[in-house]
């Protein structure tokens, strides 16, 4: 049996003068006067099927195909709008600094954290003063090697414009001048272009500070660690 999907299905006829695939194949009905060459009834229940089915398959693949790609592109276009958004956000805003130099306090008094750029795009660094160049919320973290001369503690914060950040102070005891730890001191900031961060610490007593360490055959443990980036 011969059969176009472009034939309506369920009709008689498929233009009005043309009988339909199933008047054709004496399949449009059920009753008597489709016979065989006997005059029996014709058994049509498997041709009724089988066109009814191909009908169906034809009409829906199509659809179905449309439907698939229309799926696949929305997706395709998602994808990349997120991509998109997160290289805006993060390309030209992020900052990497450190400094191999042991910073130890003279007084009580806070002491900005000297450091130099390891990396970085739209935010600069000048001896440990950080600029902004891009509007934005900033994720910002400063992990610094502690301890010293003396017994006492050591104490690290970050400041912006000059101004200290509200409870981003963090303090380490140094029971001793044999121990040393790691003190970090991070948050979250709405910075706008020209707005300036440092980090910021002070010794309970003279001789305590930032430390570096210069393990044989591993990288140097540096005095602070800076990371800064923009997430908004």
Not at 103 to 109: E, F, G, R, S, W
Request: net charge neutral.
């Amino acid at each position: 049996m011969r059969f176009s999907g472009r034939q309506r299905c369920g009709a008689n006829t498929s233009n009005g003068d043309e009988p339909s695939v199933f008047a054709r194949e004496g399949l449009g009905s059920s009753s008597a006067s489709n016979s065989d060459a006997d005059g029996e009834p014709a058994s049509i229940d498997d041709g009724m099927s089988l066109a009814r089915l191909l009908c169906k398959w034809s009409n829906f693949q199509p659809r179905e195909r449309k439907l698939k790609m229309k799926t696949t592109l929305r997706a395709m276009l998602i994808t990349a709008t997120l991509l998109a958004s997160a290289s805006g956000s993060f390309a030209g805003s992020f900052l990497q600094a450190s400094s191999n130099e042991e910073q130890l306090a003279k007084d009580t008094k806070p002491n900005v954290v000297r450091m130099m750029m390891d990396t970085g795009a739209g935010i600069t660094n000048r001896t440990g003063v950080a600029t902004i160049h891009i509007d934005g919320i900033y994720f910002l973290m400063a992990a610094a090697q502690v301890g010293g001369k003396a017994a006492g503690s050591v104490r690290l914060w970050i400041k912006v414009n000059g101004k200290d950040v509200v409870n981003s102070n963090t303090e380490q005891v140094i029971p001793d001048a044999s121990f040393t730890a790691v003190l970090v001191s991070q948050g979250v900031q709405m910075l706008k272009n020209g707005d300036t961060v440092e980090v910021v610490y002070s010794g309970s007593a003279p001789g305590l500070g930032l430390i570096v360490k210069k393990p044989e055959g591993e990288p140097v443990v540096p005095s602070i660690i800076f990371s800064a980036f923009k997430v908004d």
